[in-house]
């Protein structure tokens, strides 16, 4: 699979024939005073778009995850299986998106600003400076 950042916070994912199902979970934290609020803010914040086949479905919130009362954080998750064939569009317009396959493995990172993640699964990012960071 490849991985590259096509504009502010926003991944293309792009399937590539022969490899297997993977289960894209992408984490967005964000703040608000209640719990209601904070999903709100994160289905705002965070659109995943599945593309496959010229047609396009729309992918919900999975599930909540690991809300902080303390600091009225939602660390909220998106998860979508994702054909050999499929692309999908994450994007954010708030708070850093990182990429999980299937078994938990780190897959990717992106922060504001331009990036792309080198090789399947690997884990390994080439931000715009050129310095790489490993999953």
Same mark, same amino acid.
């Given at each position: 699979?490849?991985?590259?950042? #096509?504009?502010?916070?926003?991944?293309? #994912?792009?399937?590539?024939?022969?490899?297997?199902?993977? =289960? +894209?979970?992408?984490?967005?934290? +964000?703040?608000?005073?209640?719990?209601?609020?904070?999903?709100?803010?994160?289905?705002?914040?965070?659109?995943?778009?599945?593309?496959?086949?010229?047609?396009?479905?729309?992918?919900? +919130?999975?599930?909540? =995850?690991?809300?902080?009362?303390?600091? $009225?954080?939602?660390? #909220?998750?998106?998860? +979508?299986?994702?054909?050999?064939?499929?692309?999908?569009?994450?994007?954010?317009? $708030?708070? =850093?998106?990182?990429?999980?396959?299937?078994?938990? $493995?780190?897959?990717?990172?992106?922060?504001?600003?331009?990036?792309?993640?080198?090789?399947?699964?690997?884990?390994?990012?080439? =931000?715009?400076?050129?310095?790489?960071?490993?999953?």
């Amino acid at each position: 699979m490849n991985f590259s950042l #096509i504009s502010d916070q926003s991944i293309t #994912i792009v399937g590539v024939e022969g490899y297997e199902t993977c =289960d +894209v979970r992408a984490f967005l934290w +964000v703040s608000a005073p209640t719990l209601a609020e904070a999903c709100t803010l994160a289905k705002e914040q965070l659109q995943l778009e599945l593309v496959q086949d010229g047609e396009n479905y729309s992918v919900e +919130v999975s599930r909540p =995850d690991d809300w902080d009362n303390k600091k $009225h954080q939602l660390s #909220i998750r998106y998860a +979508v299986m994702l054909p050999s064939s499929a692309n999908i569009n994450i994007v954010s317009t $708030h708070g =850093d998106i990182e990429i999980i396959n299937m078994t938990g $493995h780190f897959i990717a990172k992106a922060p504001k600003g331009e990036c792309f993640c080198m090789g399947c699964g690997s884990g390994i990012m080439q =931000d715009k400076t050129g310095s790489f960071a490993g999953g």
